[in-house]
């Protein structure tokens, strides 16, 4: 799980984008570690929202991830 938190947030890191949908997370988790499965990246996102090191972002019909104090993902 460890790695594939870490894969997450380098990808979070080394990204022109500011939020991502699930499915970009999981296309760069699974490009390191090609065996993650999509329930582990999922299980990977959500311990670190609650780490408070990713944000969830609603669009109003969807939901992204955002990395925590980067890009205008804080509630005004």
């Known amino acids: ?28 988790v699974q490009k390191t570690i090609p065996d993650a499965k999509a329930r582990m990246i999922k299980k ?6 609650n ?7 609603s669009t109003g019909s969807s939901t992204m991830y955002g990395l925590k104090g980067r890009g205008v993902t804080e509630d005004h």
Not at 2 to 27: G, P, R, V
Not at 44 to 49: E, G, N, P, Q, R
Request: charged share 40%; hydrophobic share 45%; net charge neutral.
């Open 44 to 49: 990977a996102a959500t311990a670190l929202i």
């Open 1 to 28: 799980m460890e790695d594939i938190k870490k894969a997450i947030l380098d990808f979070a890191e080394n990204s022109k984008k500011t939020k991502f949908y699930f499915k970009d997370l999981e296309k760069a």
């Open 51 to 57: 780490e408070e090191k990713l944000i969830y972002f």
